[in-house]
């Protein structure tokens, strides 16, 4: 967004009373989707690979394949989902009917997750898996296009700095569920493990259900529009002027190749942990819980330094965090607690990646299309976590799991490339009068 763009936001604002400053109490209970999300997909990302390894004994190439397939199911769904919300209109608003259904149904077919695992039935695993990863996919881009729908352009960084908190917090749950439940010998019963978070999932939606009244914070956020996004919305018939749409495909590319990266390592974290660093049982999870916390400690400030600096600045500098760390992580044979060091490190770069990319989507988005933009962030992303699990996969089960983090290493800094070639989607946030405007918290 060009900067005549934020002042004319800042504008209309004052002039009908309104001050530009982040609702953080509505941003917490919209990021409470979010948070049941994610703790949904940290248990995914770390139990299912166990039990294809230990259960139904398949190898690492195919595994990555199964592991995939939510991404597939993401590549077409996600677009297709965050447009549809962006067309549908209820009395509880376009993006909720999609949370409530979706959750409905991924917490009834994850709880037969564990089932057919005891059961040691793969037909009945990969059906309600299925059926668990076709639920989560009706949502997801809903939930997140929630954030930008009821924020102003110019917060949305600070805004994605919550929401991505949230979801990091789920993650730990997850994390910490798994550290205490999973035992270092014999065969899990994962039941317990999904059933609990499948409760967890269920209360967050509820809670945001109840607080967030979506029809109304929506057209309280109309005021924030300028008169060309106004008219837009009636004409919807603007195109995206060629430098910006250079820079838009150039941040779908960083985007495919930094979660390229990324995402061999979290899928590919919890065998690696085991079969080559040595640790038994569960305690993979204190290692990924080290990561998630430092996350979450950098996420708030990651979007307070973006305001000082800039989205794509901050973003850079992530991609350099995280290529350093991939690339010492690789010397490690044995664990060290020196590992865990690196791993804060991780969580501080994929922080500045992560709070900042989405807003520098949607940012090129105009209001009626959030939903679809939404969808092409998550396209990228989920290209890229279709493809790395089965290519990383492949490495690991012919070459040898010393490949993980050269692996990531190459990828992040082909991300560093494309992204440096990024000209739009950042903004200057408003610095506030007084240090207690960070504090308001009013509806």
């Given at each position: 967004m060009?900067?005549?763009?934020?002042?004319?936001?800042?504008?209309?604002?004052?002039?009908?009373?309104?001050?530009?400053?982040?609702?953080?109490?509505?941003?917490?209970?919209?990021?409470?989707?979010?948070?049941?999300?994610?703790?949904?997909?940290?248990?995914?990302?770390?139990?299912?690979?166990?039990?294809?390894?230990?259960?139904?004994?398949?190898?690492?190439?195919?595994?990555?394949?199964?592991?995939?397939?939510?991404?597939?199911?993401?590549?077409?769904?996600?677009?297709?989902?965050?447009?549809?919300?962006?067309?549908?209109?209820?009395?509880?608003?376009?993006?909720?009917?999609?949370?409530?259904?979706?959750?409905?149904?991924?917490?009834?077919?994850?709880?037969?997750?564990?089932?057919?695992?005891?059961?040691?039935?793969?037909?009945?695993?990969?059906?309600v898996l299925f059926v668990t990863l076709i639920a989560m996919s009706t949502y997801?881009?809903?939930?997140?296009?929630?954030?930008?729908?009821?924020?102003?352009?110019?917060?949305?960084?600070?805004?994605?700095?919550?929401?991505?908190?949230?979801?990091?917090?789920?993650?730990?749950?997850?994390?910490?569920?798994?550290?205490?439940?999973?035992?270092?010998?014999?065969?899990?019963?994962?039941?317990?493990?999904?059933?609990?978070?499948?409760?967890?999932?269920?209360?967050?939606?509820?809670?945001?259900?109840?607080?967030?009244?979506e029809n109304r914070i929506a057209k309280e956020m109309a005021v924030f529009e300028t008169p060309e996004e106004a008219q837009e919305e009636v004409g919807r018939s603007s195109k995206m002027d060629p430098a910006v749409k250079r820079s838009f495909f150039l941040i779908l590319a960083s985007i495919f190749f930094w979660f390229f990266s990324y995402n061999a390592v979290t899928t590919a974290f919890s065998k690696y942990v085991q079969s080559h660093l040595g640790v038994a049982g569960g305690g993979f999870a204190s290692s990924l819980m080290i990561a998630t916390v430092a996350a979450v400690i950098a996420f708030i400030p990651a979007g307070m330094i973006a305001s000082k600096i800039g989205r794509r600045r901050t973003i850079l500098s992530g991609i350099v965090v995280l290529a350093v760390s991939f690339a010492l992580a690789s010397l490690f044979t044995t664990f060290s607690p020196l590992l865990n060091v690196l791993l804060v490190f991780v969580g501080f770069g994929w922080a500045a990646i992560n709070v900042n990319s989405y807003p520098m989507v949607v940012e090129m988005a105009k209001g009626s299309d959030i939903g679809k933009y939404t969808g092409y962030y998550y396209t990228a992303s989920m290209s890229a976590q279709i493809l790395t699990p089965v290519l990383s996969g492949f490495f690991l089960e012919y070459v040898g799991y010393g490949t993980l983090f050269p692996y990531a290493t190459v990828f992040m800094i082909i991300a560093f490339l494309t992204m440096s070639q990024v000209k739009h989607g950042d903004s200057k946030l408003i610095t506030p009068k007084s240090k207690l405007e960070l504090l308001d918290v009013e509806d």
């Amino acid at each position: 967004m060009e900067k005549k763009d934020t002042d004319t936001i800042i504008r209309m604002g004052k002039e009908r009373g309104l001050s530009v400053k982040l609702n953080y109490r509505r941003t917490f209970f919209i990021g409470l989707a979010f948070m049941s999300i994610s703790a949904f997909w940290q248990l995914y990302d770390s139990i299912v690979p166990l039990i294809l390894k230990h259960t139904f004994e398949i190898g690492d190439t195919l595994a990555g394949g199964i592991m995939a397939v939510d991404n597939v199911l993401a590549l077409f769904m996600l677009p297709l989902f965050g447009a549809l919300s962006d067309r549908v209109s209820t009395g509880i608003g376009k993006r909720m009917p999609f949370i409530l259904g979706g959750t409905a149904v991924a917490v009834l077919a994850m709880i037969l997750v564990p089932v057919a695992d005891n059961l040691v039935s793969l037909p009945l695993f990969v059906a309600v898996l299925f059926v668990t990863l076709i639920a989560m996919s009706t949502y997801r881009s809903p939930a997140v296009a929630l954030m930008p729908d009821v924020t102003p352009k110019p917060l949305r960084s600070q805004a994605n700095g919550i929401i991505n908190l949230m979801g990091a917090l789920g993650a730990v749950f997850s994390l910490a569920l798994i550290s205490f439940l999973v035992p270092e010998a014999g065969k899990p019963d994962y039941l317990v493990l999904f059933a609990i978070v499948a409760a967890f999932m269920v209360f967050a939606v509820a809670i945001l259900f109840s607080t967030i009244r979506e029809n109304r914070i929506a057209k309280e956020m109309a005021v924030f529009e300028t008169p060309e996004e106004a008219q837009e919305e009636v004409g919807r018939s603007s195109k995206m002027d060629p430098a910006v749409k250079r820079s838009f495909f150039l941040i779908l590319a960083s985007i495919f190749f930094w979660f390229f990266s990324y995402n061999a390592v979290t899928t590919a974290f919890s065998k690696y942990v085991q079969s080559h660093l040595g640790v038994a049982g569960g305690g993979f999870a204190s290692s990924l819980m080290i990561a998630t916390v430092a996350a979450v400690i950098a996420f708030i400030p990651a979007g307070m330094i973006a305001s000082k600096i800039g989205r794509r600045r901050t973003i850079l500098s992530g991609i350099v965090v995280l290529a350093v760390s991939f690339a010492l992580a690789s010397l490690f044979t044995t664990f060290s607690p020196l590992l865990n060091v690196l791993l804060v490190f991780v969580g501080f770069g994929w922080a500045a990646i992560n709070v900042n990319s989405y807003p520098m989507v949607v940012e090129m988005a105009k209001g009626s299309d959030i939903g679809k933009y939404t969808g092409y962030y998550y396209t990228a992303s989920m290209s890229a976590q279709i493809l790395t699990p089965v290519l990383s996969g492949f490495f690991l089960e012919y070459v040898g799991y010393g490949t993980l983090f050269p692996y990531a290493t190459v990828f992040m800094i082909i991300a560093f490339l494309t992204m440096s070639q990024v000209k739009h989607g950042d903004s200057k946030l408003i610095t506030p009068k007084s240090k207690l405007e960070l504090l308001d918290v009013e509806d």
